[in-house]
């Protein structure tokens, strides 16, 4: 069976599934998801408005056997920063749309009857709309428990859950991962947009598919081999991701003095020892947890673990470095497990952890709350965000917009989105990919840590803006490209230091589909994503101005290196001169 | 004494006092505002960060005799709207200013403790300043009788209510008027900048000021007359005005079908009676309230008026057609007496109407209230803005953000500005204006309703499209120009359909300065001003895509004429062809 579009119209409830278009034959992922919302979506449209779209497409890979490519790519205009998003997830849903031929999923439309919310379930050529009321009001799990039942432990499922449905800014689509926990979509909003369509659920059949075809196998397995090696001889994505999980990351960037701390006002925090990936995985072993996990079949880093109380009651997993530094250094709370039950939290509700994290470090310079009140944090989310309070819609809009509200001026933000566990001013190379993100601040969009701090492709000197313009453009272009593979991003750590690895996913690629894409077409895609990106951003309404980070980095001075930001605007602006 | 620049500095506490740039000397009120704000303001500022500047100044005809001259101008870049402001207000401030030879009064930087807000004192060459703890929390009214008991009744008063304190987007800068009542500087939230920069009140001296010199009395004076005599003899300033208030619209814009109603869903209302300019002159009359009332010296037309409840009990003055249509259509409140106390309320705050007007509406729309819950609305405003709960933050940053908060789609603003009391899709020459203005929606900076609907300077049908976009350009055009004079913006009228009165208003300036402008110098200053307030907002990150009304007004049909919004982009970025 050839791959195909299915298309869905919330406003009819009809579908069609129709051929792949020539011009979208080569593209999968972010590549795909970007290359239609620029093409279909009125870049002038409100995001939760009839002419926004809702499109899922797994990557090129995802559905082969090649290691870490189980991603999926979901995009359309982000009700957050106004400007185009695309948001990939580990889980299963990659996997299983590619094995039963869904090239791409788009939902356009808003039902006419939107008194209830709708599960769509697709199976192979065929959509079904059925109206879920009892599900209404729920979260992620017990949606989760509902559709298990309904279908198989196999059935992919995508939901989101009250957030999602108040349409908040924070809120996230969820996905089922293997092990039977969520994933999220996260970032910019995307299950805001899922609930303006009114779809609180949708499941894709993993029983009718077969497996992906491979135009040349033993092309495929030969290159897999090497690509796989190169994942797991490489020292980050073979060693410190597997033993410490993302978190492995505090106590790096907090002895790069990058590790923004109470709402961004320094760069270092005194408790840091109590959160890093070290005393977290000792807590893991000794209660009987995993350190290592996969979040997608065929995983070969295993960065997600498994985190256990003190009990050895399970509390999370996929217990990221970004939510840990956002409740942790930024808004001051020590205690690991309280953290770690946030995250949880976070998951069933389906909410953005980094959007979520950083929008508590300036509730407390709002006064909502005060640094290290973890408990508080807990319920705000729990009793507010999930409920719709008014101070749950406050939080439930995001950091800018909560900035807006108490007429802040120290709002850690670029187009809109909270800008993640790095500060830009000690981390410049990542602060340029921050301002010139198509996503808005976005740490995945262009890794730079990996070569200014992790010396991953590399050294670019993190508190010189020598190198770092380069540095984060070649890094976007690429990161575009391996977004479109179905490729995990830490990829890049064996791609940037590995000869032989980006060849292999280049031969993967051309095996699975029987082409010869050259290194220099990867480039060229990843290229061409970033551009119509940024030609999409330019027609909604967004300019080189909205490339900027936060005026009060300028001016203020970030312990201990007591460093400011001080790229031009020029200087932004030729991020975009290629 | 030549007029100077007062310059004060919130971080050092200081001042100086300047001569006026020769660049700057044919500018006054907002050609003055704008081009300062243009000159010396970042366009990439932080609106309530160091870097924005607060700009008063007082029209070119303020201090004069001349009839209607009487507005202050106030600049800055607009923390509701991110692009710039200019905001002009009746009362006593633009008179006393220009009489004491303050051209300009600029405010820059942000004290250094914040720890509780400042009194500004401008006397003759000199600037004081009063830290006001005894302030803090007070609004208006109170802070007006402590100054009219430090200084003297005619001193000018600036001031801002809690809502400006705390920074809220509806917050306005409220200003003394002659019957010691309350105007505001309102739209684009200039009082959160004020509050921002801690200043709660700024009083400007009118014992130590001489009279305005006239270069040329005799052909000021018989200029004079001619103006006087255009204004009291043209229909809508001469009588409809003076007899009905801005409220004789009611009824005008019912029948024209563009009176907007329940949150822009209709273009007539059925209880509309209950609230009209008929009813309103009624209740005066028996109540022994004034029908006519001037905001300023030296008014003719006498458009407000002091409104009395059932025993006779003062409740507010200057209630104008747009917060009734708010209250009233918008929002469903059919009790004139209710709505009139809501609008004594706003003022006493400080808080912008029409910004809190139509905040209501959408509230609706969101679940806060109920249509026509008047009480609830007050509630709202007395005990949840005034103090800042959560839900009063929600409602205090205004339509366009409360409409981000709750996922809404039909949100009625332009640049993150409400929409006035013109529904666009019946009244497209204002539709036009809403959605060019550099000011975000706003009925006053092209008011084509003139044109379009009072046949006032001939006719434009206001269903079509022929003749909006050079009409809505014509007339912002001579706004600009009008504005920078001092004069109320209700000279358009005589100005559209009396060919001596423009000339009369031009021999006026000068013969104040003794120099020799032309009918098309004053468009062309029209035209430099609006080219540089454009070119402030492109730079702040603004684009044509901003130049937009919002989508659900080309898709939803508006009753009674069953119209939509149909101007494409292309037609509207045309406005800007000149």
């Given at each position: 069976?050839?791959?195909?579009?299915?298309?869905?119209?919330?406003?009819?409830?009809?579908?069609?599934?129709?051929?792949?278009?020539?011009?979208?034959?080569?593209?999968?992922g972010r590549g795909l998801t970007s290359i239609i919302v620029a093409e279909e979506v009125?870049?002038?449209?409100?995001?939760?408005?009839?002419?926004n779209k809702l499109v899922f497409a797994?990557?090129?890979?995802?559905?082969?056997?090649?290691?870490?490519?189980?991603?999926n790519s979901c995009g359309a205009k982000s009700?957050?920063?106004?400007g185009i998003k695309e948001s990939n997830?580990?889980?299963?849903?990659?996997?299983?749309?590619?094995?039963?031929?869904?090239?791409a999923l788009i939902i356009?439309?808003?039902?006419?009857?939107?008194?209830?919310?709708?599960?769509?379930?697709?199976?192979?050529?065929?959509?079904?709309?059925?109206?879920?009321?009892?599900?209404?009001?729920?979260?992620?799990?017990?949606?989760?428990?509902?559709?298990?039942?309904?279908?198989?432990?196999?059935?992919?499922?995508?939901?989101?859950?009250?957030?999602?449905?108040?349409?908040?800014?924070?809120?996230?689509i969820?996905?089922?991962?293997?092990?039977?926990?969520?994933?999220?979509h996260?970032?910019g909003?995307l299950?805001?947009v899922?609930?303006?369509?009114?779809?609180?659920?949708?499941?894709?059949?993993?029983?009718?598919?077969?497996?992906?075809?491979?135009?040349?196998?033993?092309?495929?397995?030969?290159?897999?081999?090497?690509?796989?090696?190169?994942?797991?001889?490489?020292?980050?994505?073979?060693?410190?991701?597997?033993?410490?999980?993302?978190?492995?990351?505090?106590?790096?960037?907090?002895?790069?003095?990058?590790?923004?701390?109470?709402?961004?006002?320094?760069?270092?925090?005194?408790?840091?020892?109590?959160?890093?990936?070290?005393?977290?995985?000792?807590?893991?072993?000794?209660?009987?947890?995993?350190?290592?996990?996969?979040?997608?079949?065929?995983?070969?880093?295993?960065?997600?673990?498994?985190?256990?109380?003190?009990?050895?009651?399970?509390?999370?997993?996929?217990?990221?470095?970004?939510?840990?530094?956002?409740?942790?250094?930024?808004?001051?709370?020590?205690?690991?497990?309280?953290?770690?039950?946030?995250?949880?939290?976070?998951?069933?509700?389906?909410?953005?952890?980094?959007?979520?994290?950083?929008?508590?470090?300036?509730?407390?310079?709002?006064?909502?709350?005060?640094?290290?009140?973890?408990?508080?944090?807990?319920?705000?989310?729990?009793?507010?965000?999930?409920?719709?309070?008014?101070?749950?819609?406050?939080?439930?809009?995001?950091?800018?917009?909560?900035?807006?509200?108490?007429?802040?001026?120290?709002?850690?933000?670029?187009?809109?989105?909270?800008?993640?566990?790095?500060?830009?001013?000690?981390?410049?190379?990542?602060?340029?990919?921050?301002?010139?993100?198509t996503m808005?601040?976005?740490?995945?969009?262009?890794?730079?840590?990996?070569?200014?701090?992790?010396?991953?492709?590399?050294?670019?000197?993190?508190?010189?803006?020598?190198?770092?313009?380069?540095?984060?453009?070649?890094?976007?272009?690429?990161?575009?490209?391996?977004d479109?593979?179905?490729?995990?991003?830490?990829?890049?750590?064996?791609?940037?230091?590995?000869?032989?690895?980006?060849?292999?996913?280049?031969?993967?690629?051309?095996?699975?589909?029987?082409?010869?894409?050259?290194?220099?077409?990867?480039?060229?895609?990843?290229?061409?994503i970033?551009?119509a990106e940024?030609?999409f951003?330019?027609?909604?309404?967004?300019?080189?101005?909205?490339?900027?980070?936060?005026?009060?980095?300028?001016?203020?001075?970030?312990?201990?290196?007591?460093?400011?930001?001080?790229?031009?605007?020029?200087?932004?602006?030729?991020?975009?001169?290629?």
């Amino acid at each position: 069976m050839s791959d195909k579009i299915y298309r869905v119209n919330m406003a009819t409830m009809g579908f069609s599934v129709e051929d792949v278009p020539a011009e979208w034959a080569g593209l999968g992922g972010r590549g795909l998801t970007s290359i239609i919302v620029a093409e279909e979506v009125d870049p002038e449209c409100h995001p939760l408005g009839p002419n926004n779209k809702l499109v899922f497409a797994p990557g090129l890979l995802s559905g082969t056997s090649a290691a870490n490519s189980g991603r999926n790519s979901c995009g359309a205009k982000s009700p957050l920063t106004g400007g185009i998003k695309e948001s990939n997830v580990g889980g299963t849903s990659a996997g299983i749309m590619a094995k039963l031929g869904v090239k791409a999923l788009i939902i356009e439309g808003l039902p006419k009857d939107d008194s209830t919310f709708y599960h769509l379930h697709v199976s192979k050529e065929k959509v079904e709309f059925f109206a879920v009321p009892e599900l209404v009001g729920k979260n992620n799990y017990e949606v989760l428990d509902y559709m298990l039942e309904k279908y198989s432990k196999k059935v992919a499922v995508m939901s989101i859950g009250t957030p999602g449905e108040m349409r908040m800014n924070l809120a996230n689509i969820s996905v089922k991962d293997p092990g039977g926990k969520l994933r999220s979509h996260g970032r910019g909003g995307l299950g805001a947009v899922m609930g303006s369509k009114k779809i609180k659920c949708i499941t894709v059949d993993a029983e009718s598919y077969k497996e992906t075809t491979i135009a040349d196998p033993e092309k495929f397995k030969e290159a897999s081999k090497i690509f796989t090696k190169a994942l797991q001889e490489n020292p980050i994505s073979g060693q410190g991701l597997p033993a410490f999980g993302t978190n492995v990351l505090v106590n790096i960037l907090n002895e790069a003095g990058g590790l923004p701390t109470r709402n961004f006002r320094s760069g270092s925090w005194e408790h840091a020892e109590n959160i890093c990936g070290e005393t977290m995985a000792e807590n893991i072993k000794a209660r009987g947890g995993k350190t290592t996990h996969g979040c997608h079949a065929g995983c070969v880093i295993q960065c997600s673990q498994v985190y256990n109380g003190p009990e050895g009651e399970y509390i999370t997993s996929g217990f990221e470095y970004e939510t840990i530094w956002a409740y942790g250094a930024n808004m001051g709370i020590e205690d690991l497990d309280l953290i770690a039950r946030i995250d949880g939290l976070m998951d069933d509700l389906g909410v953005d952890a980094i959007e979520t994290g950083v929008v508590f470090g300036l509730a407390v310079d709002a006064g909502i709350l005060a640094y290290g009140d973890g408990k508080r944090a807990y319920e705000l989310i729990a009793n507010d965000i999930a409920k719709g309070t008014p101070l749950g819609r406050i939080l439930g809009g995001g950091t800018h917009v909560l900035g807006k509200l108490y007429g802040l001026v120290r709002v850690p933000t670029v187009k809109g989105q909270s800008i993640p566990a790095y500060d830009p001013r000690a981390v410049k190379g990542q602060g340029v990919t921050y301002a010139t993100s198509t996503m808005g601040a976005d740490h995945t969009a262009g890794y730079a840590v990996a070569t200014n701090i992790l010396n991953s492709g590399g050294h670019v000197d993190p508190l010189k803006k020598e190198g770092q313009i380069e540095l984060a453009r070649n890094l976007q272009i690429a990161t575009a490209a391996v977004d479109s593979t179905g490729m995990c991003i830490f990829v890049a750590f064996p791609a940037l230091d590995d000869p032989a690895c980006l060849p292999a996913l280049v031969d993967m690629i051309n095996a699975r589909f029987g082409i010869n894409l050259t290194g220099d077409d990867v480039t060229n895609l990843g290229i061409k994503i970033l551009k119509a990106e940024h030609a999409f951003n330019l027609k909604a309404g967004l300019t080189s101005a909205d490339d900027r980070l936060p005026e009060f980095m300028k001016y203020e001075v970030l312990p201990p290196h007591n460093v400011v930001w001080d790229f031009t605007g020029a200087e932004l602006d030729s991020f975009w001169d290629f």
